[in-house]
């Protein structure tokens, strides 16, 4: 378009200054004509500056038109890069795209390994733990095991007493069974003897009620004896029976009455059952627990 309004004012312009030139041809004959007419030497040195400054004008104006030229090839060049550009620009841009996505998927994988290489770190150290554990554990039991082999030993060697030990259980056993035998027997002999006793006890009471009722019938004879023999006295005083009065044996012959009822064999035998009964009842007899206890002593 300033191309066409460039060719439109050269062709206004050349016209006139085709009419100009024709003029000042015309002028230059009627200059040679009329050489000496100073109004137009004014006008002819004004149209002479102004088709020079015209002349300047499409000068620039032409170099004006052959930039804009080169400035649109140079326009047109421009967007053709720039339209290259940005088609390489965009396939940059999807490259650099999946390489940051691949990058970034990368790294997640990374981060994803370093986790799990953390666990596993966690889980080796937990493990060594754990075998610290187990070779402590296996010391312990290695030692138990050392100290069941010696006890398993020391047994072993005690084992080969066990037929004595045995031996000596059954010999202890028939003692035991023997005493047992003779505990029971004993426990039998014992009642049979507490029987026996209550028995004697019972018969010795018995005897000692008929010995006391035996003493009271010697006591009241002999109280009758001396009353008869006192009674005697009193009817027939005589110098002999008077003196022996205090002395019964002398009148009678030192004794010479026998003594029919055995007084002085009766209180010796009473005394002395008396005391075998205290001795009896004062013993300890024994239960069948094997405690003894005492009696009462026989009244």
């Known amino acids: 378009m300033s191309r066409r309004n ?38 002819e040195d004004r149209i002479a500056i102004q088709h020079r400054e015209i002349q300047s004008l499409l000068g620039e104006n032409q170099q004006l038109a052959s930039a804009h030229v080169a400035l649109k090839h140079d326009l047109s060049a421009a967007q ?8 390489t620009s965009s396939d940059i841009k999807a490259e650099r795209d999946a390489e940051i996505r691949d990058v970034y998927e990368r790294s997640l994988k990374l981060d994803a390994e ?26 312990d039991l290695t030692a138990q095991l050392q100290a069941i ?13 066990v037929p004595e030990i045995k031996a000596e259980i059954e010999i202890m056993r028939k003692e035991i069974q023997r005493g047992r035998a003779a505990i029971e027997y004993e426990k039998k002999a014992r009642v049979s003897n507490l029987e026996q006793r209550q028995v004697m006890e019972r018969s010795m009471i018995s005897m000692a009620n008929e010995i006391e009722k035996l003493h009271a019938e010697l006591a009241n004879a002999e109280k009758r ?20 009065y205090g002395n019964p044996g002398i009148a009678y012959g030192g004794n010479s009455y026998p003594d029919p009822y055995g007084i002085n064999k009766v ?33």
């Open 225 to 244: 004896a001396r009353a008869a023999v006192a009674a005697a006295t009193a009817a027939n005083p005589s110098p002999g029976y008077a003196a022996s």
């Open 149 to 161: 082999e010696d006890d398993l030993a020391r047994v072993r060697e005690d084992s080969q007493e």
């Open 80 to 87: 053709h890069d720039l339209r290259v550009l940005s088609v």
């Open 267 to 299: 209180c010796p035998a009473v005394c002395s059952i008396k005391k075998w009964l205290y001795l009896v009842h004062k013993a300890p007899t024994f239960s069948s627990s094997g405690r003894g206890h005492g009696k009462q002593p026989y009244p």
């Open 6 to 43: 460039h060719h439109h004012h050269h062709r206004e312009i050349q016209v006139p200054l085709s009419r100009m030139e024709d003029r000042r041809g015309g002028l230059l004959l009627l200059h040679g004509s009329r050489s000496h007419h100073p109004h137009s030497l004014i006008l």
């Open 114 to 139: 370093a986790r799990a290489v953390d666990a596993m770190t966690s889980e080796l150290a937990r493990v060594q733990a754990d075998l610290h554990q187990f070779g402590s554990a296996r010391q």
